[in-house]
Structure formats: structure tokens, C-alpha cells
């Protein structure tokens, strides 16, 4: 049925749709809300690629459509949450209140668009680069955005000491470190599985396994421990490879 070589830019349609929704949240002081339309939007993220393969319904808009629907849900939403963050640690308000804030506060709450112009770069190359159809080469804007929201909601839902974190002074070198991790050339192996095979698809399964039991016992922010360790596998991989 030709309906049906539509359904994988349907599910890609809806990660846009909630990594929007998740914006719109996040500017009203709802970052927690946004972390869930993020997971969401990566759900139809990872599932539009399983459907067009399913279907053998790949396309050159369904290409084009991916990488715009990842630059809002994994680059522009988590870039809305980390201004709430930074509003919070100005002004310990999560709704964004930007005309209340002096000059200072207006040029640092803008800082963190800095993530959305370096996962743009990102999608753009990975787009072009022929080398990263088995593994990638950078951090990707999923696992950038989905550490981003995952943290943030733990410091929403904690509070307490933990708001700390909204601190200038964290957020910002930390968003300076995802900005190069989107751009740079460290290898990460790939999440998304081609098969269902235990061997070839180990280190994917060994890492949600470990990340399901962290959310298990710490809640959404679990996910952001989870892209942190995916991140410390990647280069222990790296290192040990060099090695030999």
C-alpha cells in the first residue's frame, strides 16, 4: 500500500512535533515536562529508521526531514531548557523572565543557543561524511539533547543542592564541552541496531541495560549517567584500539 511508504516520515513528523512542544515548555518554566517531550521525540526518532527499513521506504525528504527534526527536539529544546537552568540560577525563577534580567543575565541566558548552531554543524556533516554508516564520529545530537533534558530534570525534580548545577559556572563550560563532543572526530559506536543479534550489538544492549538500571534507581536523570558512560566507553574503545 503506498500509504504506508508515508509512515516513516509520519513518526519523524512526530519527534519534530514533540521536540517543538518540549521548547515550548521548557520557556515556560517546565523543563521537566520538556525532558519528557524530548524522550518522546527520541522514541520516534529511533523508531522512523526501524519503519523505513521495515517498509524499504527510505527517501530523499525523509533524509532531509530527520535532520530537522532533530535540530529542534535535540538542539533547540535542550537549548531552551539550559536557559530556564541559567534563569533559575539568575533570578531562582525556571520561567524564562528575559527583559527582568540586567545585561549580563540577558547575554549569558543566550549562551546556550550555542548548542543549537553546533548541532546543526553536526547533522550537517554527518549528513556528508561517507565514513559514519557503522559508527560515528562525534557526539550525536540525540545523545547530546537527551543528556541535556534528563539532567536538567533531575535538578528540577531534586532541587535542593543539587541546583547548585544552575550555576554560570557549570553550565557553561558544560555546554562548551557537548559543543566540541557534537563536532569532534572521537569515534562513538552506533545505538541504533541494524539486527537484533546479542554479539554484534553487544556494547548497545550492555549500555541500556546498565542506563535501565539507573533510571530504576535515580529517575529520568539515569538517562544523562547512561550518555555519560556511553561517552566514557567510546573513548576507553579509542584509547585501548591506539593501544594496540
Not at 527536539?73 to 525563577?93: D, N
Request: proline share 3%; aromatic share 16%; hydrophobic share 55%.
Amino acid at each position: 500500500m503506498k500509504i504506508l511508504r508515508h509512515v516513516p516520515n509520519a513518526l519523524t513528523s512526530l519527534n519534530l512535533f514533540f521536540g517543538a512542544t518540549g521548547v515550548f515548555f521548557a520557556l515556560q518554566g517546565r523543563p521537566d515536562l520538556t525532558a519528557w517531550a524530548v524522550l518522546i521525540a527520541a522514541v520516534f526518532d529511533f523508531s522512523d529508521g526501524f519503519a523505513a527499513r521495515f517498509l524499504k521506504a527510505y527517501s530523499e525528504i525523509g533524509k532531509e526531514l530527520d535532520s530537522l527534526a532533530d535540530l529542534i527536539s535535540f538542539g533547540l529544546a535542550p537549548a531552551a531548557s539550559y536557559m530556564s537552568l541559567l534563569h533559575y540560577g539568575f533570578a531562582e525563577s525556571w520561567k524564562i523572565d528575559f527583559w527582568q534580567l540586567n545585561m549580563a543575565g540577558q547575554v549569558l541566558i543566550l549562551f546556550p543557543l550555542i548548542l543549537v548552531v553546533f548541532s546543526a554543524l553536526r547533522l550537517a556533516k554527518f549528513n556528508i561524511d561517507t565514513r559514519q554508516t557503522e559508527s560515528f564520529l562525534g557526539l550525536t545530537t540525540t545523545a547530546t539533547g537527551m543528556f541535556s533534558v534528563s539532567l536538567i530534570h533531575f535538578i528540577f525534580t531534586r532541587g535542593g543542592i543539587w541546583t547548585v548545577l544552575s550555576s554560570v559556572y557549570v553550565v557553561v563550560p558544560l555546554l562548551v564541552i557537548f559543543c566540541f563532543l557534537l563536532v569532534s572526530e572521537i569515534p562513538m559506536f552506533s545505538l541504533k541496531f541494524k539486527t537484533f543479534g546479542i554479539r554484534e550489538n553487544f556494547p548497545g544492549y550492555f549500555l541500556l541495560l546498565t542506563g535501565l538500571v539507573f533510571v530504576i534507581l535515580t529517575g529520568v536523570g539515569g538517562i544523562a549517567v547512561t550518555i555519560l558512560l556511553y561517552i566514557l566507553f567510546s573513548l576507553v574503545k579509542l584509547i585501548t584500539s591506539k593501544q594496540k
